[in-house]
């Protein structure tokens, strides 16, 4: 089963301005993750953040964690057109025993140029 | 980076056919290997996670007998989808992890069942 939910689904900027996606999941979690996925490719991981972080930067990606509401959001900062992709959150859940990742549903962004 | 490949890319086959897809780490020795699924628009579905020289433990609801995995080697998974049929079409996608929390992830196989 599904632990997250993103949204918005489908996300469509220009070049230039910030896009947020939020995700929100059900259980407590051990870590969260987000990553990238180009159209029919593999994934990319892009930043893990740990249950006991708040906020983690890696260049134009913020992301933040909020456990009490289960929520974490990532921003990208002054888009580009080669940001067009699906975004995926992904969470490491109780019990944590073993490192399987459960994905949310995913953000589609499209960037125009 | 550690990079994980998987073989073939892409393959069409016949319905009733089997079709295997290997799952290698190239520079590291990955301890456990997980297997997702994917739809078209949708988000990657876990099928199964392995353990070298162990049984896979499947998620609820994925048949083992239909998608069968070994994990024969610290380098190397393979998924065995037996008897596929046109509703087993998608995009499988292996993961591969070693001493840290990271999973890397492999470009993925597209099947598809005539």
């Known amino acids: 089963s599904q632990q997250g939910e993103e949204d918005p689904q489908a996300l469509s900027i220009q070049e230039g301005e910030n896009a947020t996606m939020n995700c929100s999941y059900k259980t407590s979690i051990n870590n969260l993750q987000w990553y990238r996925q180009n159209s029919g490719r593999g994934l990319v991981h892009l930043i893990l953040i740990r249950s006991n972080e708040r906020e983690k930067h890696s260049g134009r990606l913020r992301v933040t964690l909020d456990t009490s509401k289960k929520s974490s959001s990532l921003l990208i900062t002054a888009s580009r057109a080669a940001d067009t992709a699906s975004y995926f959150c992904a969470t490491v859940p109780f019990p944590y025993n073993t490192d399987k990742l459960i994905f949310g549903t995913g953000t589609r962004l499209q960037v125009f140029p | 980076g550690a990079v994980v490949s998987q073989h073939p890319s892409w393959v069409i086959c016949k319905s009733g056919t089997s079709v295997k897809i290997e799952c290698r780490s190239l520079?590291?020795?990955?301890?456990?290997m997980f297997w997702y699924r994917q739809f078209p628009k949708q988000s990657l579905m876990l099928m199964a996670t392995?353990?070298?020289?162990?049984?896979?433990?499947?998620e609820q609801g994925v048949e083992k007998d239909k998608f069968l995995i070994n994990h024969a080697s610290l380098t190397l998974s393979t998924l065995t989808v037996t008897s596929a049929h046109p509703e087993d079409s998608s995009f499988y996608i292996c993961?591969?992890?070693?001493?840290?929390?990271?999973?890397?992830f492999g470009p993925g196989t597209r099947l598809t069942v005539l």
């Open positions: 993961s591969a992890s070693g001493d840290s929390d990271e999973q890397f």
């Open positions: 392995s353990n070298e020289g162990s049984k896979a433990t499947y």
């Open positions: 520079d590291f020795q990955a301890t456990t």
